[in-house]
């Protein structure tokens, strides 16, 4: 008797199932296994069908609940700092995220778009998420970005991101290829069961509106922390009235999203570089004339594609190095004497860093290709 017969045998007795046609198994007959034209059937009682098991555990490090990221009030999309060769300047990580909390943000995203989480390979990823984690975990919640346009690499990303310990997973809709609604859906529902996730939509980048529908179709999962929205204050106000969760995507309306549209909060883009004054706007009741005094800043951050503005100001404030991962490059000269004239008029003592804010020449910058 064969081993796949042995194995069949023992399969059936404890699967009944296993008796239907499709799964029957013919053993090979000694007489034809010499002719081409005898009839052969795959063991198809050996393959599992394919359902997702998520790999879930109660015993994670850190573990948050839902509730506590529906929480949250100021969120900022954390920059990732690089050395001259182009690997991560992890010292300059850290005290990037310090600043952060001291200045009162409540959680920080982890390799989005402002932390170039596009630039980086999935070993580096899941190690920056790791590492904020292990040093930070405790101060501060962390959000690791594991979404992709490929369902297959957004599951094995937010598995491996909830094994090292991070708090919720941010993620987008698949991009750039697209798909339907009922294919957004399912990948989705593939994601939700693994812990609290906060979903994305900001159709400018990914060429494809997340609508309302979609949202109510996953608010029965108890993960669903909420939505990250790009598509103004209307949408805020379409998710508030059926109680679903809602942070402003958009550091230009934050203010009144949350103030008068019912919005929890915002993530942040503008907070790298003031969080406390981010925090106040979040925390502190209308203000209508901090809003106005900010609103420069955030107009000169976003001339350019996110993150390239961020990744200059830092540079000029001498928090980080100034260098990029291209495709990304520094904001024209002209752009960055205003950006030292927009520091000027907030006020320097606002911004994180300790040295004065500074012109960097073309010079300064090194654009790194290969990392």
Partial sequence: MSLAYQQMSAFKSCNSWANDAAFRFVRPN???????????????AAVIPNFHLPMRSFEVKNRTSTDEIKSLRLITAIKTPYLPDGRFDLEAYDALVNMQIEGGADGVIVGGTTGEGQLMSWDEHIMLIGHTINCFGMSIKVIGNTGSNSTREAIHATEQGFAVGMHAALHINPYYGKTSLEGMVSHFKCVLPMGPTIIYNVPSRTGQDIPPSVIQSLAESTNLAGVKECMGHDRIKTYRKTGITVWSGNDDECHDSKWDHGATGVISVASNLVPGLMRELMFEGKNPSLNAKLLPLIKWLFCEPNPIGVNTALAQLGVVRPIFRLPYAPLPLAKRMQ??????AIGRENFIGEKDVE????????????Y
């Fill in 30 to 44: 000694p007489s034809t296994t010499c002719n081409r034209r005898a009839r052969w059937i795959s063991p198809k």
């Fill in 339 to 344: 950006f030292v004239d927009i520091v000027g």
């Fill in 359 to 370: 012109v960097l020449d073309d010079n300064d910058f090194i654009l790194v290709g290969r």
